[in-house]
């Protein structure tokens, strides 16, 4: 791990302190339950090391998606995120979508942000291959449905900036985004991870 990502990974607390009350801590919620027109467990998407992932695999689970980043402040909640997945093992998918969208804090090619986030975070949750999740030309197209309403059902809010998260419960209907100051093993995900499907 270079100095910068050292002394990211030490700040991180910090980080999150001080960021909770800015829009960076922003919770929005599926309000009136509206579910998608185009089912999320049509998708798919490919891992970092080449294989497809075929979202009808995640059917019965909640799934976590987050936008990652290896130079960034928030880049400690890799280790949260692994923390959610054991404690929430068969219950909760993540899948980490690491992107280059902002400040250029993942210049870093699929090979050597697997080998960062296993040797320091113990990451084993899929990570899928390098990709835009911003609105622009060239974006996922999971990124692409979380950001569209008409997909979605309801939701048109872009990542915020790096770590930020969709909750989806165990139909593929998007319950919840979350802010990246908002802690993967916090309370508000907590909370909305027991709460039951309808």
Known sequence: MDLRKRIMKLLYPLIMRLSKSTSKGRIIKNEKKAAPTQPFHS??????????????????????????????????????????????????????????????????????ISQFC???????????????????????????????????????HQPDWNFSKYLLDENGVLTHYFGPAVSPVGEEIQTALRQSSR
């Open 43 to 112: 998708l798919s998407t490919v891992l970092n090391n080449g294989k497809p992932l075929d979202f009808s695999q995640l059917k019965g689970k909640k799934v976590l998606l987050v936008n990652t980043a290896s130079n960034c402040g928030y880049t400690g909640q890799y280790e949260e995120l692994q923390q959610l997945q054991e404690q929430m093992k068969g219950q909760l998918e993540v899948i980490g979508f690491p992107a280059n969208d902002f400040k250029e804090q993942e210049k870093d090619d699929d090979q050597q």
């Open 118 to 156: 296993q040797i320091n975070y113990g990451v084993t949750f899929p990570l899928a291959k390098k990709s835009v999740v911003v609105k622009t030309q060239g974006q996922n197209p999971v990124y692409n449905w979380l950001t569209d309403p008409s997909k979605n059902g309801w939701n048109q």
